[in-house]
């Protein structure tokens, strides 16, 4: 019973790995899409 409780401890665990590795891409993805129009602002630095 005491493994069975390890597994789903280690099931969370994982869940939560994936959820955040998939949350850091959506974000890294989302500021590539932001990033590039961006660009054509650097040239208007003051």
Known sequence: M???HDHMI???AAE???AAGFLVLFL???R???GH???SD???RP
């Open 2 to 4: 005491h493994t069975l």
């Open 37 to 39: 129009p961006k660009r």
């Open 16 to 18: 939560y790995i994936m």
């Open 28 to 30: 890294l993805f989302w």
């Open 10 to 12: 280690a099931t969370k």
């Open 42 to 44: 650097a040239h208007r």
């Open 32 to 34: 590539f899409l932001c």
